[in-house]
Structures are given as C-alpha cells and as structure tokens.
C-alpha cells in the first residue's frame, strides 16, 4: 500500500491550477522562516533556490512540495493537507494578490503511515 505525505483540497485545486496557467511552472515550499512562518507558499520555479536542506514530500496538482530538513524534522510524523483561506498572507506567495493565502490542515499519520513513510 502506498501513502502520502502531502494532499491538497478541490478549492486550492482550483488556485494552483489558476496559477499554472498564468505563471507556468511552480514549486510549493514550507520554510518555518519569516512572513507567514511554517505557510507553504507558492512560487515561480526559477525563483525558488533549493539545496540538499530541502525534502521532497510528494506532488500536488503536478507542483513539487518541498519542506526545509529543520521544518521537517517538527512534521515528519504528520499527514498535511494544503486549503486555502481569505486574507492576505504576509509573504510573497504568488495567491496572496488573490485575496487568499494557503494553510496546512494536519493529522497525525498512522502506525502504518509512520512506519511506511518514517522508516
């Protein structure tokens, strides 16, 4: 049996697909850094650096999700989901001119999540 990580919700969906067709290939990072901390945002993939610190955690809308090691290290053990919200996030995430922002809903995976995903 296979599982995931990282899922993503119909309406945000939509938003990843609305920001596909403007601004072509993307990336979602979760950094724990500044602005809007542990929010996964959402950029343009040339303008993303990732290192060896960051984790691949699986795919979402055909758009990589990657999550800093030290960040990882706090969610490893949980099931995240990606929804969107109202409000203007503080970070230069390409929704936040939506009026909207990205939020992570999490869970705590199971035993046989953890063991299949934390070996």
């Known amino acids: ?18 920001l596909k067709a403007k ?6 990072h979760q950094s724990g850094g500044c602005c809007d901390g542990s929010a996964p945002m959402i950029f343009e993939k040339e303008d993303m650096y990732l290192d060896d610190s ?30 969107i919200t109202k409000g203007r996030g503080s970070s230069f995430s390409l929704e936040i001119p939506l009026g909207i922002r990205f939020i992570i809903h999490s869970r705590i995976l199971t035993e046989e999540e953890n063991s299949a995903l934390n070996k």
Do not use: C, P
Request: glycine fraction near 6%; aromatic fraction near 12%.
């Open 1 to 18: 049996m296979s599982f995931e990580r990282v899922a993503i919700t119909e309406e945000a969906s939509k938003i990843v697909e609305q």
């Open 54 to 83: 960051d984790i691949l955690l699986g795919q979402l809308v055909g758009v990589n999700y990657y999550m800093n090691q030290d960040q990882f290290e706090y969610w490893k053990h949980t099931h995240l989901t990606v929804d």
């Open 23 to 28: 601004h072509g290939e993307l990336i979602f």
